[in-house]
């Protein structure tokens, strides 16, 4: 087993790098504060959101790593107000969309209108120019529109009328599927689904805090007349948090243990043989060993650390490969689930 050697100790001080400079481990200080921020939105998103605590993870470390999340569930699990609650938070401009089979790109970008006192087209942009983008019900929109979103999602821009519209930073798409409907859906093409840094399964709440959901409509914390929630940190504090999240120390080691584990999922058959082999025809693309490498710095600073460790590619595991995997026709009908062999793959690759 390999040993992971411990980050090189931090000058202290905040220094700005440019691009040709490389980056300098964070220090104490830094940490502190980052950790206290995260704590703050944290405690904001479990004042209104009961339970769903791999929810909670998922969109802060997607919110850190600078990515997209995708959350998938049955209606009704506070999907909505977990993405909502977060934009409170940060006090960051929030747009919900709700996708349709008739949703067009200009309802999500923007377009040109005609200004008839002016004799002239002005450009008005759409709900995707906010921080926090909740794409509802993401598989029911056409593949014309999901073009649009792709190119909001990747570029961080869109174009209208031939001008480039930048989107404002931080920026974060939270969509949502279901499941058990397929009726009037349309399949995410893999190069969107690849674009997510994580895909989150919602699960149903625990006895307990269902229990605590009523306990919460009934005090007005939650329903109707609920009020929102303070916010605690700025976008531009966001954009420091993200900063520092690109300093996070990743030991060489850990740099091949992501890219072992990706690689192999392009070979199960040859790691795990025929058996649950079969089960994979397109294995994970360079996106995945990225995603695990931006994730896991920002689950390092969520649990206080300013260096990664094994555990935090572990604890991403599912949400960072699940929809990264094709399965075949044999694994849907033998209802093998991709958790199954993402467990498998990692039980086979030494942990260093």
Do not use: W
């Not at 969107?192 to 006895?207: N, T």
């Not at 999240?245 to 070979?267: E, G, H, M, N, Q």
């Amino acid at each position: 087993m390999t040993q992971v050697n411990q980050p090189p100790t931090a000058p202290t001080g905040r220094s700005r790098r440019t691009p040709d400079e490389p980056s300098t481990p964070l220090n104490v200080e830094e940490l502190a504060q980052a950790t206290e921020a995260i704590s703050r939105v944290s405690d904001a998103f479990s004042s209104r959101v009961v339970g769903q605590h791999r929810v909670r993870t998922a969109l802060l470390v997607t919110l850190l790593a600078e990515g997209h999340v995708l959350l998938e569930s049955v209606p009704g699990l506070a999907k909505t107000l977990a993405a909502s609650t977060l934009s409170q938070a940060v006090s960051a401009r929030f747009a919900r969309i709700q996708c349709t089979p008739d949703l067009l790109p200009s309802d999500i970008i923007g377009t040109q209108v005609y200004d008839p006192r002016r004799h002239e087209f002005e450009t008005q942009l759409g709900p995707v120019h906010a921080n926090f983008v909740l794409l509802d019900e993401i598989n029911r929109a056409s593949a014309k529109t999901q073009s649009a979103l792709l190119e909001a999602m990747q570029e961080r821009q869109t174009s209208i009328a031939g001008a480039i519209h930048p989107l404002p930073d931080p920026f974060m798409v939270l969509a949502t599927q279901n499941p058990i409907e397929e009726e009037g859906t349309y399949v995410l093409p893999h190069a969107q689904m690849d674009r997510f840094l994580l895909k989150e399964i919602v699960d149903y709440p625990s006895e307990d805090d269902e229990l605590m959901v009523l306990e919460r409509i009934d005090d007005g914390t939650l329903g109707q007349h609920m009020t929102d929630v303070t916010a605690v940190i700025t976008p531009h504090q966001v954009a420091e948090l993200q900063e520092l999240v690109r300093r996070v120390y990743v030991d060489p080691a850990i740099r091949r243990y992501i890219t072992s584990l990706v690689r192999a999922t392009r070979d199960v058959t040859g790691l795990l043989g025929p058996e649950l082999g079969n089960y994979v025809e397109i294995g994970a693309s360079p996106r995945g060993s990225i995603a695990f490498f931006q994730a896991a710095r920002a689950m390092a600073v969520v649990q206080g650390r300013h260096y990664v460790i094994p555990e935090d590619v572990r604890e991403l595991r599912h949400s960072v490969l699940r929809h990264r995997l094709h399965l075949s026709f044999e694994a849907l009908a033998d209802r093998v689930r991709p958790e199954t062999v993402i467990d498998a793959v990692f039980r086979a690759v030494p942990t260093p």
